[in-house]
């Protein structure tokens, strides 16, 4: 199953691009906002202006599948907002290369990124290969983050996944998040290929 086939949404190229520049603009508030100075003005304003942007989305809310964020495999990492942008440079069937840049929204102090954003990524990255791999949905059994060094924040970082190792439904998945020779951190994941009866998001026990 390619990455097409796997994620594709039905959604227009120019509406695609669109999307794109929305959550663009919204990584460049965040990060804008995450660095802002105490300034009582300006957060009554945004507050009020925040307000209004909930007023318009509230009443506009879909179900998952009709939802735009996270289906949309032209966009870095799907379009899914919450994720840092990760440009993919290369990938195979059991390998996928590009490079990350976290803003200031995922800092979590000394300029260097949140310990959890780290993961954050690793479980995007690591899970999406393990699903194109195992053509099919994976889930995330467990997560190991190793943090070598600080991950800095603010410029560009390599990032890498490969397939480790297979047994039977079980992916083993690792990573790696280098700042030019400095490996950062390493991620190491086991992620299961649902069963026909498990779905989509669907609890084992349903
Ligand atoms: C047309 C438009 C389409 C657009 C598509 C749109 C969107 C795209 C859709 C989806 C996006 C897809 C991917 C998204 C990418 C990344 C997201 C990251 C992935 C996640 O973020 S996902 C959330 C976090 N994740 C969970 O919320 C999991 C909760 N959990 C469970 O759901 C179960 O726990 C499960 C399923 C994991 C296993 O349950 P299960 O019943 O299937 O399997 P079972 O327990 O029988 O284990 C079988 C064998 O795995 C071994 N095993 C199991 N767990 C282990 C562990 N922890 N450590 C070591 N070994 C383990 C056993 O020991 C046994 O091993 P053995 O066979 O050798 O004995």
Known sequence: MSWEEMFKGDFAAEDVRAYGTLVENLHAVQNALAAMPMDREAIDGLAADLASWRDRLEP????EQHQVNG???ELPVRGHAMLPELRVSSRTKDRVEGTVRFGRWFMGGGMAVHGGAVSLLFDEVLGILASLAAGGITRTAYLHTDYRALTP???????VAWIDRVEGRKWFVRGEIRHGDVVCAEGEGLFLRLLPEQGLGRRTED
């Open 60 to 63: 506009a809310v879909t179900d």
């Open 71 to 73: 289906r949309v495999a």
């Open 153 to 159: 924040i603010d410029t560009d970082l390599e990032a």
